[in-house]
């Protein structure tokens, strides 16, 4: 798995997120939420990434964007790490719902928390 954040890898089926949310299961490391959700294995990719983030907490579409693009970078710099002997597919969404801004260093480690939360939640 190489450390990029391809377009293969974009969740943006509406059909698959509308299952995600009804179906899905959570695991969260505050201010993250993770809502995770088995699909079938694809050729191309074995994750499907989505982010958000709220617009009743962040009304500037500037301050929403700054934070998913730091969502995105905290994913594509960990998932090599924690998902590179991954067996199953599985569809993300991240979401961030704190109510306030943050750095990204504080989203890098709680990054990580989450996909650890993940993998132990997941295990056998």
């Known amino acids: 798995m190489k450390n ?18 009804s179906e899905g299961q ?15 294995l694809s050729e191309r990719s074995q994750l499907k990434v989505g982010v958000s983030v709220p617009k009743r907490h962040f009304k500037k579409a500037v301050d929403r964007n700054h934070i998913k693009r730091l969502l995105r970078e905290g ?14 597919s599985y569809a993300f969404m991240i979401l961030y719902i704190g109510k306030k801004g943050t750095t990204f260093d504080e989203i890098h480690t709680k990054t990580q928390r989450l996909f650890e939360a993940f993998l132990k939640k997941t295990a056998p």
């Open 4 to 21: 990029r954040f391809n377009k293969t890898e974009k969740l943006k089926s509406k059909t698959l997120i509308a299952s995600l949310f």
């Open 75 to 88: 994913y594509r710099l960990n998932k090599v790490a924690y998902f590179n002997n991954i067996e199953t």
């Open 26 to 40: 959570s695991v969260s490391a505050y201010p993250l939420r993770l809502v995770y959700l088995k699909i079938p």
